[in-house]
């Protein structure tokens, strides 16, 4: 086996890109990012439309099919919240 500081550096630069961050779309801070917009977008599109159907802008059955995708997107995010605080649970009761 040859240590030599050239070698060193030759074999740290070619495992280099094994330790940096993964970017773009596989990194899971994109995709949860693009969940959260997705899931705003939700609450506020069902926010306008009760606006309007108190306004007597938009007929009833958008109100009831906002609300009831407002309604599902909220309890997915419940659930979602639910299952990571489990699971912070479980972390925390493992033995060190």
């Known amino acids: 086996m040859d240590i ?7 074999k740290y630069t070619a495992t280099r890109a094994a330790t940096e961050p993964v970017t773009g779309q596989a990194a899971g801070g994109a995709a949860f ?3 959260a917009k997705d899931f705003a977008a939700t609450l506020k599109e069902g926010e306008e439309v009760a606006k309007s159907a108190m306004l007597g802008k938009a007929d009833p059955h958008a109100l009831v099919q906002a609300l009831a995708q407002t309604e599902l997107a909220v309890e997915a995010a419940i659930t979602v919240r639910d299952r ?3 699971a912070y649970q479980e972390i925390l009761r493992m033995p060190v």
């Open 4 to 10: 030599t500081a050239l070698n060193a550096a030759l």
């Open 33 to 35: 990012h693009d969940i």
């Open 84 to 86: 990571v605080v489990e």
